[in-house]
């Protein structure tokens, strides 16, 4: 990822996600990079896939809209999904972030990641606040 430098326009990252439960992590990662990243920080804008992160075309179609210049335009996308969405697509989580970048193409702004079990298993620590 390309240096952000004061002065310049607010970075904004694009943020796919399988459902709602990912979503309310947002705040934890506002309040990490509070810690870690002093100034402005990015805007973070999260898109959840009711369920599990698209696949094929649809993933592919998903990054180029929010890659897309328009009022909401991201400057940079990262999908998260879990290995294990009630499928068989993805036999571990280099499976997953080789298959979704296949998927999406070569965009040097996308960043595929995945859970080898769930991304629910991370919040665990966190609980208490999200609820």
Known sequence: MAEWAPGSARLRIAIIVEGRTEKAFKRHILEFLKVRVPGRRPKLDFFCCDGRVHKEGKLRRTVEG?????????????????????????KDAADAKAKMRQWV?????????????????WLLPYWQAIQ
């Not at 897309?68 to 697509?89: E, F």
């Not at 965009?107 to 298993?121: I, V």
């Open 105 to 121: 193409g070569q965009k040097e702004k996308f960043f595929p990641h995945a859970a080898q079990y769930d991304f629910e298993a």
């Open 66 to 90: 929010l890659l897309a210049n328009g009022k909401s335009q991201a400057d940079y996308v990262i999908a998260l999904t879990d290995v294990y969405t009630g499928s068989s697509d993805f």
